[in-house]
């Protein structure tokens, strides 16, 4: 019985160093990427042109992040109203998503089946761009104004559709004995259901997070005022500039400046290592939530 009992210990503790480096492996496989775009974007243009990406450049420079901070003020002003669009713009989606769901689960509830057809049918089509900003140009005022930004994205039927699996999966009778007690539906929502559902609400934070952080294509089409414009848009339209100055460059329209070298792939580098500096942080923090959201959303159906 002891040999089988060391026997069986030398098998967990060699399956277990198979796992870690599997594991391991994957991770490193994972982090390489990450890796190669930061280390790049600190590389001498001249060095990256010649030998491409490499996890560790044969030449330095801080060009890259120069052109990009060029004008701190407006890299302020962009971080600020994309930190606040995605904060307000989290915030709601996640209130609505979930109030939403939460409604539709109960069984009490006589219409979530034409309710639940009605959001699932407006993902199948839609009208058009043209009459989509049309509408919210000229009859809903988005024109250089924040809420542009926040109400399109506003509700998404797809977390939606998470919170209302999640909330399937919680004991009606938690409703119902607060139910007796004389709570109402608003108090046993926000008092009850909310304080548990911890893990969905971080799962649909980081979805609507990332999407109001990477948004751009709302601002392109109804922010000009440059002191409303978000980050993304921001280095976006930096880039386009860059571009257009290395057209004039190189066909002599700029001969001061032809002798200079636009850090044009290195700024790419730099522009990603700006952007995804602050919201990479946020995964780290809610993931726990977010495994055990995404596993228990996924059992009901």
């Not at 160093?17 to 390489?32: D, E, N, P, R, T």
């Not at 199948?124 to 924040?146: A, E």
């Not at 893990?199 to 109804?222: E, H, I, Q, R, V």
Request: hydrophobic letters at 50%.
């Amino acid at each position: 019985m002891a040999g089988k009992g060391i026997r069986k210990s030398k098998d967990i503790i060699v399956f277990d160093c198979i796992g870690y480096s599997l594991v391991a492996l994957f991770g490193l496989i994972c982090f390489i990427p990450f890796w190669l775009v930061f280390i790049s974007s600190f590389a001498d243009e001249t060095s990256l042109l010649r030998d491409g990406f490499q996890l560790w450049p044969q030449a330095f420079s801080l060009d890259a992040y120069r052109w990009v901070f060029e004008n701190p003020l407006r890299i302020f002003i962009a971080y600020r109203n994309t930190i606040a669009v995605t904060v307000i713009g989290t915030f709601l989606t996640v209130f609505l998503s979930v109030m939403t769901g939460y409604v539709l689960s109960r069984p009490n509830f006589p219409w979530k089946n034409g309710f639940s057809f009605f959001f699932f049918f407006t993902t199948l089509f839609n009208g058009g761009l043209v009459p989509w900003y049309i509408l919210c140009t000229q009859y809903l005022q988005f024109k250089n104004h924040y809420y542009a930004m926040i109400l399109p994205m506003m509700f998404s039927v797809w977390n939606m559709l998470i919170a209302k699996n999640f909330m399937r999966s919680l004991p009606y009778e938690i409703s119902e004995s607060a139910k007796v007690d004389g709570a109402g539906e608003m108090y046993i929502f926000l008092k009850l259901i909310l304080p548990i559902s911890k893990p969905l609400l971080a799962t649909l934070a980081l979805f609507s997070a990332l999407g109001f952080w990477n948004d751009w294509y709302n601002c392109m089409l109804f922010i000009s005022d440059e002191n409303k414009q978000n980050l993304q848009y921001f280095l976006q339209d930096m880039l386009g500039s860059v571009d257009a100055l290395k057209s004039m460059v190189s066909s002599g329209d700029l001969s001061a400046v032809a002798h200079q070298v636009i850090p044009e792939q290195s700024m790419k580098m730099a522009m990603t290592c700006v952007v995804i500096g602050p919201i990479i942080f946020l995964y780290p923090i809610i993931q726990k939530n977010f495994i055990k959201g995404l596993t228990i959303g996924a059992v009901k159906g």
